[in-house]
């Protein structure tokens, strides 16, 4: 390596628009081209407790999957526990901050070739604890990209928004990559979009299109989000969910929603809705009334023969403790994480990235 590592700051203009997914993306494109890449997530609010430290899911996700090396801590050095942000208003220091996170990725950047840095929401996300995006970025001297969702209005708003805030700071902003663009729109979008930020001097580093595999929850993510009890099919978490029927109609009218794709949620003992749920799997003749998975909800168990027949499945059936319909909202409304287990998803991820975003045209504006 040639001189200290390239840095990429990838932000996005609001929570889901796809920043996780485009920096995954980039890693591998990245590692297809370099021999060191690094990654680090300076400030993150979704952590799990690994020995001892509070490290971002997304460091944990992105360390797994591309084995990268060095201190999980230091891919990590703010996390956003309960009570941080009222503690720091009372309390502020923020040359503490500032000094942890230039140490962890001067420990990061060591040796790397270039270095992902992934935000958290869009650019003035952490300013209440003197750590916005922009100041982060600011700080560490990255240069950014912002990701913002399909469409061409919205975008284009969003997009100069938040830049302004980076340019406030005095932080370069490569571009844009536009995330989510709906396919049936895709070749009108593109083109537009691109012209609407050209015209407000930004260039568009890449337009994705949407992908229904990356939305769509697996039985395994929703297994780990609600926390229940896995009673058969541990060999087919991967189904993915598109859609979600609750069983509280007879059985028959219950077939008319079933298919590809479909989560049931019924409480233990509507038998009669469970086993004409099971009989699309266990005839094996036709997919149109098959399901994903199966929820079963109340903390009921189905009778022994009942459950006797769900052990030979072959889709996953899973016991909760709550209701039907308090179950039904909260699965509804879970902001599903890409986890390493997702293989199909990672490698969708990086496909698309590597397709649709113009990685040439990131490094040579790196440069410039």
Do not use: W
Request: net charge neutral.
């Amino acid at each position: 390596m040639d001189g200290p590592a390239k840095k990429i700051f990838v932000a996005a203009t609001r929570q889901n628009d796809g920043k996780t997914i485009v920096s995954l993306g980039l890693l591998r494109a990245f590692f297809n081209r370099f021999s060191n890449v690094g990654y680090i997530k300076p400030v993150g609010q979704q952590f799990q407790l690994i020995d001892g430290e509070e490290i971002d899911k997304d460091v944990v996700l992105m360390k797994e999957v591309y084995k990268l090396s060095g201190n999980l801590k230091d891919m990590s050095p703010i996390a956003v526990p309960r009570g941080f942000t009222e503690n720091y208003v009372m309390n502020p220091d923020k040359d503490v901050l500032q000094r942890k996170v230039r140490d962890a990725y001067g420990r990061v950047a060591q040796g790397k070739d270039i270095v992902v840095l992934e935000g958290t929401g869009h650019a003035g996300v952490g300013s209440v604890f003197d750590m916005s995006n922009a100041e982060v970025a600011r700080l560490l001297g990255a240069s950014v990209i912002l990701v913002s969702c399909g469409g061409i209005g919205r975008p284009i708003d969003e997009i100069m928004l938040n830049k302004s805030m980076f340019d406030a700071k005095g932080v370069k902003v490569l571009g844009a990559i536009i995330n989510k663009v709906q396919p049936e729109k895709y070749d009108k979008v593109a083109p537009v979009v691109r012209r609407g930020l050209a015209n407000q001097g930004v260039e568009v580093l890449g337009v994705i299109p949407y992908n229904e595999i990356l939305s769509d929850p697996t039985m395994q993510e929703l297994l780990d989000d609600t926390g229940g009890t896995l009673l058969s099919g541990k060999d087919f978490l991967d189904n993915t969910v598109s859609r979600i029927v609750v069983g509280a109609m007879p059985p028959h009218e219950v077939l008319d929603y079933l298919g590809r794709g479909t989560l049931l949620i019924t409480p233990g003992n509507r038998e009669d809705i469970i086993l004409a749920a099971m009989s699309g799997s266990l005839t094996g003749v036709t997919q149109k009334f098959c399901v994903a998975g199966i929820f079963l909800t109340c903390g009921i168990t189905p009778h022994k023969n009942v459950m006797h027949l769900i052990n030979e499945l072959s889709i996953p059936i899973i016991q909760v403790k709550e209701d039907t319909f308090a179950l039904a909202s909260r699965i509804d409304n879970l902001i599903v994480k890409i986890r390493p287990s997702a293989v199909k998803k990672i490698q969708a991820i990086e496909s698309l990235v590597e397709q649709y975003v113009d990685v040439q045209k990131i490094l040579d504006l790196l440069k410039s």
